[in-house]
């Protein structure tokens, strides 16, 4: 086990036994005293930072990553946006769909599916490898400047 995990798992324990002792209904004030983002406010962040960045790398608007028959570059980005949503947010491939104003998930299942399947030996592949490296680094960057 990792020591990630590890962490994770000593934390949880002694939060577990916290409620134990004080009972949830205190730890749960103490928790709402400190005034934290709510988690989905976070997700809200990333979820804003992943569009923003990708929106400046293939010089685009938000409106036209969710117009329907997109192809080429758009069509490149939205992928972009989805691998990124589901390996950096919580949601499910049908809140990303609906995020792109789709009633399917396909889309979701069909751009996660092509970038698995990407290798840096071809060359349009090479320069959307090229361009998500790019982005992540700069998401991470960002994601770290939120977390202080």
Do not use: W
């Not at 950096?88 to 104003?101: C, E, G, M, T």
Request: net charge positive; glycine share 2%.
């Amino acid at each position: 086990m990792e020591n990630t995990e590890k962490d994770i798992i000593t934390i949880v324990r002694k939060f577990y036994l916290t409620i134990q002792k004080y009972g949830y209904k205190k730890v749960l004030d103490k928790l709402n005293e400190l005034n934290l983002p709510t988690f989905n406010k976070y997700e809200n962040n990333i979820q804003n930072k992943i569009l923003n960045l990708v929106v400046v790398e293939y010089e685009c608007t938000e409106a036209e990553l969710t117009k329907s028959n997109v192809r080429g570059d758009l069509g490149e980005a939205r992928a972009m946006c989805i691998v990124l949503f589901k390996k950096y947010l919580n949601v499910s491939h049908k809140k990303i769909a609906l995020i792109f104003k789709r009633q399917t998930h396909s889309m979701v299942s069909s751009a996660l599916s092509q970038h698995k399947n990407k290798s840096q030996n071809i060359s349009g592949d090479f320069i959307y490898i090229k361009k998500y490296n790019k982005i992540e680094k700069r998401l991470i960057t960002e994601i770290d400047k939120m977390m202080k």
